[in-house]
């Protein structure tokens, strides 16, 4: 499966964003999705997970409440609604698949170029 994430920008603190990942081929619903970001200098690191059908989904503590993960199967795409965002958030965020329920990145198969999320102070 080939992903493409966009949707990123610039925003100011307590701003929100919505981002969007397309998935290409038709076996998108076989597959866990997955959010993860990357800041500078950081390790790349998870964000956010949804279950194949949709009906369960899993988040990092540091994003519950504001960041929410949603997948729409007939579109071929899952999303990363953002809400309340922090100067904190700011990193490239990626989107993968895994074909099982699981929150490491080394565990997620295919991967979309990341789309950068700046949030001002």
């Known amino acids: 499966v080939q992903l493409q994430a966009s949707g990123g920008g610039l925003v100011q603190a307590g701003g929100s964003l919505r981002l969007s990942c397309a998935a290409s081929g038709r076996t998108f619903s076989r597959y866990v999705m997955g959010w993860f970001r990357q800041a500078p200098g950081k390790e790349r690191e998870f964000v956010a997970a949804i279950s194949r059908n949709g009906g369960s989904t899993y988040s990092a503590d540091s994003v519950k409440g504001r960041l929410t993960i949603s997948r729409d199967n007939a579109k071929n795409t899952v999303y990363l609604q953002m809400n309340s965002l922090k100067p904190e958030d700011t990193a490239v965020y990626y989107c993968?698949?895994?074909?099982?329920?699981?929150?490491?990145?080394?565990?997620?198969?295919?991967w979309g170029k990341g789309t950068l999320v700046t949030v001002s102070s």
């Open positions: 993968a698949a895994s074909p099982n329920w699981d929150f490491h990145k080394t565990n997620y198969d295919y």
